[in-house]
């Protein structure tokens, strides 16, 4: 297990691949909150990627408006995503 710190680079490359991804998926009008990781707010929802309070491993939680499907194809799109970091 490793821990990950939030530095500026960390952040910008999870920020970076998380507008690719939000753009592959048509998602428009993103808003990024990097008060507490990195928060993403759009028109149907939000995802929020983030260090745990407690242990060395990196959160991701979200939500969607449309459906609880959609919420979890978008969880594990972003999972997959820092994966490819290697970031989890």
Not at 40 to 57: A, H, K, Q, V
Not at 58 to 63: A, M, Q, Y
Request: hydrophobic share 35%.
């Amino acid at each position: 297990m490793k821990d990950i710190p939030f530095t500026e680079e960390i952040h910008q490359k999870i920020i970076n691949v998380m507008k690719e991804c939000f753009d592959d998926l048509g998602k428009q009008k993103i808003n990024v909150n990097r008060m507490d990781g990195c928060r993403f707010d759009f028109e149907d929802g939000w995802l929020l990627i983030r260090r745990s309070g407690t242990s060395p491993y990196l959160r991701i939680s979200g939500e969607s408006t449309i459906d609880i499907n959609h919420s979890i194809e978008l969880n594990n799109k972003a999972k997959k995503k820092m994966q490819e970091l290697n970031l989890i």
